[in-house]
């Protein structure tokens, strides 16, 4: 276990500094990014519930910085200095929320993302200080995942119209989770974060642990998503090859559209249509942020 930066080569500390950016950045989005339809919540205990979602993201975010500190980086810098443009957070974080049925969707379908994601650095990593810190996180992402299941099942069991907007809504974020893990195993030339044991497993391994907790809960509500389990190969499969389009201007999956790898870098790199609003509400202080 690593403790200290005395202790890292400097292929090693650039890994780490990467994968705690992606985190941190990612943590900090999802705050504006529920804000606003967390004051549009059906109840009082449901807004209650939405907002200590953001309270949660803003102090994981914290964490990211924190250890980013120890690392050589400054703080208020990596908050407020920044560009939109320049902010790496994953692009699920970028779209604009636009309903309830769409905030609970990512709190069941992103920070599942997120709970995989963590949950391998957490049992896996060699860097101790995020290993230590991340027990605190795992629990409060719990809370988010039942949170959003639940209101998964209400919507999915409450009317036509909620119905409704719960399946549109999974229509563009349920591929946007697989794309979440990042480019195929075989696409990749290396992988450092593996190789220094920053992280577990790969890419591919991951997406598979969200399909395998994903599509149990999208059998139990019966809405449709573009994967089913295969039998004869024991995993998960997609039913639509990678890498897709993506029309972010109307949350659209264009999956006749070929494309490569590079094209969806370019997308990630661009940003999407929220981000500029997103970081914005961050740096001006609409979205109060004690990190």
Same mark, same amino acid.
């Given at each position: ?13 650039? /890994? ?6 992606? %985190? ?18 059906? %109840? ?7 907002? %200590? ?12 910085? &924190? ?7 400054? &703080? ?5 200095? &920044? ?35 963590? !949950? ?7 860097? /101790? ?8 996180? !795992? ?29 549109? /809504? ?27 044991? #920053? ?62 790898? %590079? ?6 790199? !661009? ?10 509400? #961050? ?9």
């Amino acid at each position: 276990m690593i403790e200290s930066t005395e202790e890292m080569t400097d292929g090693y500390k650039k /890994a780490l500094k990467q994968i705690l950016t992606v %985190s941190g950045d990612t943590e900090l989005m999802s705050a504006p990014a529920y804000y606003d339809q967390s004051l549009n919540a059906p %109840s009082m205990d449901a807004r209650a519930s939405c907002v %200590s979602v953001i309270q949660d993201e803003l102090g994981h975010g914290h964490i990211a910085y &924190r250890l980013l500190e120890d690392l050589g980086e400054d &703080r208020h810098e990596l908050i407020y200095e &920044r560009e939109p443009h320049e902010f790496r957070n994953t692009y699920g974080f970028d779209q604009h929320i636009d309903n309830f049925a769409e905030l609970v969707s990512a709190h069941g379908m992103f920070d599942r993302a997120g709970i995989v994601l963590l !949950s391998d650095i957490h049992e896996n990593t060699s860097y /101790a200080p995020w290993k230590r810190a991340l027990t605190k996180v !795992s629990k409060e992402e719990q809370f988010h995942l039942r949170h959003g299941e639940t209101w998964m099942r209400r919507l999915a069991n409450n009317s036509e119209k909620t119905r409704r907007q719960l399946q549109e /809504a999974i229509d563009w974020m349920f591929p946007m989770g697989v794309e979440w893990f990042g480019m195929p195993d075989d696409k990749k030339k290396h992988d450092d974060q593996l190789e220094y044991r #920053i992280k577990g497993k790969s890419n591919d391994e991951l997406r598979q642990d969200w399909l395998s907790r994903a599509m149990p809960l999208m059998d139990e509500l019966d809405l449709d998503v573009p994967a089913h389990y295969d039998e004869e190969r024991e995993k998960y499969v997609l039913e639509y090859d990678m890498p897709v389009a993506f029309d972010p201007d109307n949350k659209e999956w264009r999956f006749d559209e070929p494309i490569s790898w %590079s094209d969806v870098i370019d997308r990630w790199r !661009s940003r999407g249509p929220a981000n500029e609003k997103y970081v914005n509400m #961050i740096q001006s202080g609409t979205v109060n942020v004690q990190v």
